[in-house]
């Protein structure tokens, strides 16, 4: 790590009139938050409204963090420049190869060509009829998500899912059989691995596991770091796919997924179908991660208006957020308060404690549509085929930086597929209300008029500040366009 932490010093060094220059034009656009790419290898993240100064090994989440004190707090703008890509990839790479070859003799075969690796994976592969899969992820929706690995190999390999290890594992229940990372590594045999890793702070448990499989005599194949540790043969047979990580920068997530299988396959495309339901009845969440990405209070209101205008006998869920969380027991009572008595007849108030609960009362009312703040909620509808629409809201996303539009807004998240509609809000609360409601009316099959699309959806908007030469973004957006989406249904 001496290393990493010796590039970032130069790093801050040689970039320190550039910092300052985004600094001062950052203060110039009295923005609240911008996200740079200063080169390959640095990142440049600031923030209006305090917070320290810091210099990072490894992105977006750090390994390591150090004062960045030149810049510290200057005019209430805080600076956070991180060392991510090539470099520390190759540390996290050698770290892995050193464990390895304390469990036994490590041959390590660096495959240029597409078709020898594939082949390799082919034939390790097709010698299992069962895989685990290992979710490397901490928050809920992110490991919806990466589903999207172990269903490529299942699909790929005829493969069945033994089991899915997962921080998240008492809400992934909905996908298969779960279980944490509690206790000790499990003993199995004739079993595959199958592993996601996408982000440099997942990397530790990552090599922990890979090498207690190894001590198992069991493969495993590392999506996002190309790699594949095979161990039966006597030897510790490594195989590395033998070019740069790919990062999630200019992509949507799920272009991004099928670049990191591309070694070991030709990519996997989920076929997200909304179910078709015949009832009336909805569920809103209001409630995101972060304050920033809830709904407002008036645009449910409005939504529940005109809900009980077109159809009275309609049942709505409204997921009511933690139980002893204030600012959701505020937001339910100026909602309540903002509603008339028709209003609120149609809301059935509900908190909920797990997936499966909400999955159930989904069934249990034969929920035909969803409305969502951007959260792991959203990809649970996703996931069970709910059509849902999904607000995102601006506010919180820097549109002239490739790398916070892949990771802050609907072109990186928002799933391709009819299940999931992105909602575009950056104060227009009037609107959204508006396309929202005609939204409504077209799922719930009270007209065929489309003119909500462009209400909810600028399809300029989220492209209008980058280069046109990051064309996977530009695709992303004519693809999650609600339009594109419908006529393409």
């Given at each position: 790590m001496k290393n990493l932490e010796l590039l970032l010093r130069k790093g801050a060094k040689d970039n320190r009139e550039q910092i300052k220059k985004e600094i001062e034009i950052f203060k110039s656009e009295n923005s609240n938050y911008r996200n740079i790419r200063l080169n390959d290898d640095f990142q440049l993240v600031l923030r209006n409204g305090g917070g320290e100064s810091l210099m990072s090994i490894g992105f977006p989440f750090p390994l390591k963090s150090y004062d960045l004190d030149e810049f510290d707090k200057e005019g209430g703008i805080s600076a956070h420049l991180f060392l991510r890509g090539k470099s520390v990839r190759k540390h996290q790479k050698a770290e892995i190869l050193s464990d390895l070859s304390e469990v036994g003799t490590l041959?390590?075969?660096?495959?240029?060509?597409?078709?020898?690796?594939?082949?390799?994976?082919?034939?390790?592969?097709?010698?299992?009829?069962?895989?685990d899969y290992y979710d490397p992820y901490s928050f809920l929706g992110?490991?919806?998500?990466?589903?999207?690995?172990?269903?490529?190999?299942?699909?790929?390999?005829?493969?069945?899912l033994r089991q899915i290890f997962s921080e998240n594992y008492s809400n992934l229940e909905l996908a298969g059989i779960t279980k944490g990372y509690i206790g000790d590594v499990e003993k199995k045999d004739n079993v595959l691995n199958v592993f996601a890793d996408l982000l440099d702070n997942q990397w530790n448990r990552t090599k922990y596991l890979v090498r207690e499989m190894t001590k198992q005599n069991l493969p495993s194949f590392i999506c996002g770091r190309d790699l594949i540790v095979d161990p039966r043969l006597g030897n510790i047979n490594v195989y590395h796919f033998n070019r740069d990580n790919v990062l999630l920068n200019g992509q949507n997530i799920e272009d991004y997924m099928n670049e990191c299988l591309f070694p070991f396959m030709s990519g996997y495309w989920n076929e997200f179908k909304a179910l078709k339901k015949e009832s009336k009845n909805m569920i809103i969440n209001p409630f995101g991660s972060e304050s920033i990405k809830s709904i407002p209070e008036s645009v449910v209101s409005d939504l529940l208006i005109h809900l009980n205008g077109i159809s009275p006998d309609s049942k709505c869920l409204l997921i009511s957020g933690f139980r002893n969380n204030y600012s959701h027991l505020l937001w339910n009572s100026k909602l309540k308060g903002m509603l008339p008595n028709s209003g609120i007849n149609n809301?059935?108030?509900?908190?909920?404690?797990?997936?499966?609960?909400?999955?159930?009362?989904?069934?249990?009312?034969s929920i035909s549509l969803g409305i969502t703040a951007d959260t792991s909620i959203a990809h649970l509808f996703n996931h069970i085929g709910l059509r849902n629409l999904t607000l995102y809201n601006l506010d919180r996303c820097d549109i002239q930086s490739p790398q916070s539009l892949s990771s802050d807004s609907p072109l990186g998240f928002c799933r391709y597929g009819n299940t999931q509609i992105p909602v575009l809000y950056h104060g227009n609360v009037k609107e959204i209300s508006e396309g929202i409601n005609g939204a409504v009316d077209y799922f719930l099959g009270k007209n065929d008029r489309l003119e909500w699309c462009g209400k909810v959806y600028d399809e300029n908007l989220l492209t209008s500040k980058i280069d046109k030469n990051y064309g996977d973004l530009v695709e992303a957006n004519k693809k999650l366009n609600p339009k594109y989406k419908i006529q393409n249904d």
């Open positions: 041959n390590l075969r660096e495959i240029d060509s597409l078709d020898d690796f594939r082949d390799i994976s082919n034939r390790i592969c097709e010698s299992f009829t069962e895989v992110d490991s919806f998500i990466g589903l999207h690995f172990i269903q490529a190999f299942m699909k790929k390999y005829g493969l069945n809301v059935i108030f509900k908190n909920y404690g797990s997936f499966e609960e909400i999955n159930r009362d989904i069934n249990r009312y």
